[in-house]
């Protein structure tokens, strides 16, 4: 199972929710999931953009607009398990770094890369820190369980830079153009955060072939 995902806080939400599914599936399916990068905003500068102020280029949607929204994300996080920050995001940031980090992590075997991408999850929509900040990063790869010193090195080598891209170019060329999207087995595509029920009906019908 792949899964293209970014740091928007639908990814969360996606996540935390086909996860609630597993749960209800554990000795019924084997699943093996790997992230792969996609960014919302892959020309967004190191200084970032303030989150009202880009929603309103991206979207045409008002301050109201755009708090209504996050309420709503907030209560779908909570119903399955996922906190986001009370204090909101002040501001929108490039997320290149972390996605090298996921594909190292990746290398790592087990559940390393789960651990991370939930962990960098946290940090950014939970505790509200930049993505964008080294030792945000560094603090959400030990977090995960991940060495400290080696995922300094692969931040300040650059490594994985050409790997992110090549995975991105091909989730798009596959036509992703929106996050969250689950792949299950190369060919089934679900689209967005959907609810448990929806992921566990899902991989219960790839499973027995009905798909």
């Known amino acids: 199972m792949s899964s293209p995902t970014s740091r928007a806080p639908w990814c969360a939400v996606g996540l935390s929710s086909l996860e609630r599914a597993l749960e209800k599936l554990q000795g019924e399916v084997q699943v093996e999931m790997r992230f792969q990068p996609f960014e919302l905003n892959p020309r967004m500068g190191p200084e970032g953009q303030d989150v009202t102020e880009h929603l309103t280029q991206k979207y045409g949607s008002t301050p109201e607009q755009q708090a209504a929204a ?63 900040d080294p030792q945000a990063l560094l603090d959400a790869c030990e977090a995960a369980g991940l060495d400290r010193a080696a995922a300094q090195e692969v931040l300040e080598s650059g490594r994985y830079a050409a790997e992110v891209r090549e995975r991105e170019q091909h989730f798009q060329q596959l036509g992703i153009q929106a996050v969250p999207a689950v792949i299950i087995n190369n060919k089934h595509l679900i689209r967005g955060g959907q609810p448990p029920e929806l992921f566990e009906q899902a991989l219960r019908q790839v499973a027995a072939g009905e798909v």
């Open 70 to 132: 996050r309420e709503g994300i907030r209560q779908r996080g909570a119903a399955v398990g996922f906190a986001f920050s009370q204090q909101g995001r002040g501001r929108i940031w490039n997320t290149f770094d972390a996605h090298r980090l996921l594909f190292w992590a990746g290398e790592q075997g087990g559940t390393r890369q789960r651990d991370l991408k939930m962990a960098l999850l946290r940090s950014y929509h939970g505790e509200a820190r930049s993505p964008a």
